[in-house]
């Protein structure tokens, strides 16, 4: 009997970690949302001003190279609001799929990943980790 409860009380502590990494998953995922998609919209407002030629006050050839370089920070802009998105929207779905204790290997890469962002990325993608492989965890991604 005393064990049954032991594991009872067991199998709550680890869906009040999931629970918790589940949200610390959401909040992440809306911070580099938020703090990611800042400094892109810059870069992609000062490319529009440069193509547009508004920037640009010398002749016709400081025109079109500020025209190009323009262009390539609209392009390179547009390409890191994708990405951007794209990892924000994974990390957000880790949170969901957390705390519907679904797709574990899924949460594993995305927390792998997480791990590249030193240091808050670091520290929940290893907690992830180290929590996703307990035993206890894997019985109840089952």
Same mark, same amino acid.
């Given at each position: 009997?005393?064990?049954?409860?032991?594991?009872?009380?067991?199998?709550?502590?680890?869906?009040?970690?999931?629970?918790?990494?589940?949200?610390?998953?959401?909040?992440?995922?809306?911070?580099?949302?938020?703090?990611?998609?800042?400094?892109?919209?810059?870069?992609?407002?000062?490319?529009?001003?440069?193509?547009?030629?508004?920037?640009?006050?010398?002749?016709?050839?400081?025109?079109?190279?500020?025209?190009?370089?323009?262009?390539?920070?609209?392009?390179?802009?547009? =390409?890191?609001?994708? $990405?951007?998105? +794209?990892?924000?929207? *994974?990390?957000? @779905?880790? %949170? &969901? #799929?957390?705390?519907?204790?679904?797709?574990?290997?899924?949460?594993? =890469?995305?927390?792998? $990943?997480?791990? +590249?962002?030193?240091? *808050?990325?670091? @520290?929940? %993608? &290893? #907690?992830?980790?180290?929590?996703?492989?307990?035993?206890?965890?894997?019985?109840?991604?089952?």
């Amino acid at each position: 009997m005393l064990n049954i409860k032991a594991m009872e009380t067991n199998n709550e502590k680890e869906l009040k970690q999931l629970n918790t990494l589940a949200v610390l998953h959401y909040v992440w995922g809306g911070i580099t949302l938020f703090f990611g998609l800042l400094p892109v919209f810059v870069y992609f407002i000062l490319g529009i001003g440069m193509l547009s030629g508004s920037m640009a006050a010398g002749n016709e050839e400081e025109q079109f190279v500020l025209g190009v370089i323009g262009g390539i920070f609209i392009v390179v802009a547009s =390409v890191a609001v994708i $990405f951007i998105i +794209l990892f924000s929207v *994974l990390k957000i @779905l880790t %949170g &969901v #799929f957390l705390q519907r204790r679904k797709h574990r290997i899924f949460c594993m =890469v995305i927390a792998g $990943f997480e791990c +590249l962002n030193i240091p *808050l990325g670091t @520290l929940l %993608g &290893v #907690f992830t980790l180290i929590t996703l492989e307990k035993p206890e965890v894997k019985s109840l991604f089952q």
